[in-house]
């Protein structure tokens, strides 16, 4: 079709016709050049300037290539120095009297990703001039696919991995989803879920691996798999996976060798051990650091790393989950040998629609600290509520942790420069599958696009992403650009308000975690209880993790602790998650807690009424098929913001027995429908 959705943001158009004479008319690359990434930057340019040109193009040649293997590259004599293996420069020269565009890196993935660049912005109408380098050195994607092509928190259809059919057949799908990903950056991606089944170790499973592998290399991406603790029992017939036994080291020896016997790139192993009931070195009576260091003594001999998740909350701590992990692993800094990375998620709790950065971000400056964002929306909305994630992405990386004083940033931590590390990376979880569009709707694919975009660059705008993704995807009239823009900006917020506003979070039903169950307080666990959460009862709302609760305040460094240690320095959008106040606390404002949260969830409700008005305005702009599917979604939205709102104020008012503030519309039901909701087939649950 026409239009269609499944090229995402890589639509390549027929320019306005006054631009096109400028799309280069031929494509350059030394006759001897054997490097696949640099084959494949041609092969995209081809590709494009056939497509945007509209058979008009002509305006000169661009030429790619490293200075090691071009010749004409190197006869330029550009100054390469500050761009590492993936950086890039895209300059306009004079040569033989012509003006040429080069592509230049220092190597076949910088060649690569200049290639891109270039032809982003002839999309975008700008000048082609760009040097970049990334600023993060791992920039991948964590599927959470089963064998079975289920997804663990996918609402995108099925795994785009056809494990059955691989590795004899090789899905045309996964040439575009390497163009895709590396249109961004992204230069790895972990094929199955963290919870991982030990089959994905096999032979017949690394053969297909291998194949995948194959496709993706060109592109720049490496292949890494989520490792099960536990493989050396259920593979190799051993008593233990005891990390300290000799007789385990030597099975994941073996297991390492072979794995790049049949993919010599490997990229390493994720791992989530001692977490939501995965086997892990805790098991032994080990820590952490001796389970990761024995995969990292395994692949080291090959280059390969360990990305080491802290997503923990057994154990230690009960009386705080937010915690856990920073009273499990803050004491290991310095533990992990050097190819280990610990993987830690934004925020303290588990991908909320708002949380705090996590407090292990500054904690442990000697330990590579890789930074988890989830893509796909378990907690927010599934792929059904518009949400751009990159504003919440950039909120987390702006945060200032204060570990070496002011400036801080999460982000500094994160690429490596705030404590000196080289070893650094971004992972994000992927909201991709085999639906048409991908991701499961439109504006799902901007939250793939701004993850690699901010991998690559952490301290990007996140305006500036969106507003660049919307111009792909749509046009770049800047009459549709600009408010779409916008409204992706507010629509994260929005959703913070008609679901969890105040800093509450963790109110969503059990399992699926679709849709309000403030209620729900008699699951095994405790912190699977919404209501372990919010601490409602007659007379207050909130969590106190002040000094006088449970102290997670203390996690932090001094000034950050400090501006989270009073209700008054916190601010209103981590309120309740720090602080236990009583419902008439007075807000800034005057008004009461009450009073306030009621409003919050209205105002969340009436955006999304304006988000559908807006788009309406736009149907001019967009073709019919994208304009219906999120026009649809957008009212499905509004009415499932209406749930929220609705079930969450009528709940609070049954603990507080207070009326609505002025105007504020009574719940459309009774507490009780609310409570009587069932789900039972919800996508994406664990399994
Ligand atoms: C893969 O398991 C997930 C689990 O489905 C999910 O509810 C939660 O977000 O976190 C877990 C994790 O991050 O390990």
Do not use: C
């Not at 297991?255 to 790139?265: L, S």
């Amino acid at each position: 079709a026409a239009e269609d959705s499944y090229e995402l943001w890589l639509r390549y158009r027929p320019l306005p016709a006054a631009a096109r004479a400028g799309v280069p008319g031929a494509v350059a690359v030394d006759p001897a050049e054997r490097d696949a990434r640099v084959l494949a930057a041609r092969d995209e340019l081809f590709r494009a300037f056939a497509a945007m040109s509209g058979g008009m193009g002509g305006g000169g040649e661009v030429v790619l290539g490293t200075p090691a293997t071009s010749a004409r590259v190197r006869a330029l004599r550009l100054d390469l120095g500050d761009l590492g293996d993936e950086g890039y420069l895209v300059r306009r020269v004079m040569t033989g009297g012509r003006p040429v565009t080069v592509v230049a890196a220092n190597g076949g993935a910088g060649v690569l990703y200049g290639a891109f660049a270039l032809i982003r912005r002839l999309q975008l109408g700008r000048p082609v001039e760009e040097r970049s380098a990334p600023k993060v050195r791992l920039r991948v994607l964590n599927h959470w696919d089963n064998l079975d092509r289920s997804v663990e928190r996918g609402y995108a259809g099925q795994s785009i991995w056809d494990w059955w059919r691989l590795p004899g057949h090789k899905d045309p799908r996964y040439v575009d989803y390497a163009r895709a990903n590396a249109s961004l950056g992204i230069n790895g991606t972990i094929l199955n879920n963290v919870n991982a089944k030990a089959d994905s170790l096999t032979a017949p499973y690394l053969a297909k691996a291998a194949a995948v592998a194959d496709v993706l290399r060109p592109y720049g991406m490496k292949v890494y798999l989520s490792a099960r603790f536990s493989a050396p029992i259920e593979l190799g017939g051993l008593e233990t996976a005891d990390p300290l036994d000799p007789s385990v080291q030597a099975w994941w020896r073996a297991k390492a060798d072979e794995i790049y016997r049949v993919i010599p790139d490997f990229g390493g192993f994720l791992v989530k051990a001692n977490s939501e009931g995965q086997p892990g070195p805790r098991d032994y009576g080990r820590s952490h650091a001796d389970g990761a260091n024995m995969l990292a003594e395994a692949l080291r001999p090959h280059g390969g790393a360990v990305m080491w998740r802290a997503f923990v909350y057994q154990e230690t701590d009960p009386e705080d989950r937010a915690k856990q992990a920073y009273t499990e692993f803050k004491p290991q800094d310095g533990r992990f040998a050097p190819n280990v990375l610990v993987q830690v998620k934004n925020g303290p709790i588990d991908f909320q629609p708002r949380e705090p950065f996590h407090p292990l971000f500054g904690a442990m400056p000697r330990t590579p600290l890789m930074l988890e964002f989830q893509i796909t929306k378990e907690y927010l909305g599934f792929a059904t509520h518009l949400v751009y994630l990159g504003e919440l992405f950039a909120e987390t990386l702006r945060s200032d942790t204060y570990a070496r004083g002011p400036g801080s940033t999460v982000s500094r931590v994160v690429d490596g420069s705030l404590d000196g590390h080289r070893l650094t990376g971004m992972a994000g979880v992927a909201n991709i599958g085999s639906d048409r569009d991908w991701t499961g709707s439109t504006f799902d694919q901007a939250n793939w696009y701004a993850f690699g975009r901010l991998a690559w660059d952490p301290d990007a705008s996140a305006r500036t992403v969106a507003a660049e993704w919307a111009g792909l995807t749509f046009t770049t009239d800047p009459a549709f650009a600009r408010p779409v823009a916008d409204l992706m900006m507010a629509s994260r917020q929005a959703m913070v308000d008609y679901m969890t506003p105040l800093g509450l979070a963790h109110l969503m039903g059990t399992g699926h975690h679709h849709g309000p169950a403030p209620w729900v307080s008699d699951l095994a666990r405790p912190e699977w209880n919404p209501a372990y959460y919010h601490r409602a009862d007659a007379r207050g709302i909130g969590f106190d993790r002040t000094s006088k609760g449970s102290n997670a305040v203390g996690q932090y460094a001094g000034p950050a602790a400090r501006r989270f240690a009073r209700p008054e320095t916190t601010g209103e959008d981590h309120l309740l998650w720090f602080h236990h106040l009583p419902w008439d606390h007075r807000m800034p404002g005057g008004a009461t807690l009450w009073e306030t949260l009621v409003r919050r969830y209205d105002r969340g409700v009436a955006a999304v009424a304006g988000f559908r008005a807006r788009w309406a305005g736009l149907r001019p702009f967009v073709d019919a098929e994208r304009w219906s599917k999120t026009a649809d979604l957008l009212k499905v939205q509004e009415e499932e913001a209406r749930w929220w709102r609705d079930a969450s104020v009528a709940y609070w008012r049954s603990l507080n027995g207070r009326a609505l503030p002025p105007g504020s519309p009574e719940p459309a039901h009774p507490l009780e429908y609310y409570k009587a909701l069932r789900f039972p087939y919800a996508p994406g649950q664990a399994h």
